[in-house]
């Protein structure tokens, strides 16, 4: 399973061509490719029209949506928040703080283009499924 973070999803809805929706692109229908619940609010609020939200939604939510949260991640999100911190990184969202902390607990490899995620990569072991 890899999960896919909003920053691809919104990129791959606007249509624009990057290596992460190259790649997305390559992974529907070959791989279980999975959405988070905080990840469908993030790029399902973006939308104007409601034929766009739903076309959307029901995209997104005919993939694996996981939960990412709960309180064992919740916790665990905290102390990597404050890992970060210790080591002179400062994460910036702390949505994004839960998406990659759900990803290193449950060993799912994350799909993404907001350099927010590279601390994770390079001091928790988030595993991205592109080369950083």
């Known amino acids: 399973m890899i999960l896919v973070d909003s920053s691809v999803w919104i990129d791959y809805f606007r249509g624009t061509v990057t290596p992460q929706t190259d790649r997305l692109d390559s ?3 070959t791989e279980l490719v999975a959405t988070g619940d905080l990840i469908l609010t993030e790029v399902l609020q973006g939308f104007v029209s409601d034929k766009d939200f739903n076309q959307a939604r029901k995209l997104l939510t ?3 949506v996981v939960d990412l949260a709960g309180q064992r991640i919740a ?4 102390k990597n ?4 911190r210790a080591a002179g990184v ?3 969202k702390t949505i994004d703080t839960v998406i990659a902390t759900y990803c290193i607990e449950n060993r ?3 799909l993404y283009s907001d350099r927010d ?3 994770f990569v390079e001091h928790l072991g988030l595993r991205s499924v592109l080369p950083v």
């Not at 916790?75 to 905290?78: D, T």
């Open 27 to 29: 992974l529907l229908g």
């Open 108 to 110: 799912v490899p994350l």
């Open 75 to 78: 916790v665990q999100a905290a």
């Open 62 to 64: 005919a993939l694996i």
């Open 90 to 92: 400062t994460a910036r």
């Open 81 to 84: 928040f404050r890992a970060l």
């Open 117 to 119: 995620f590279d601390p």
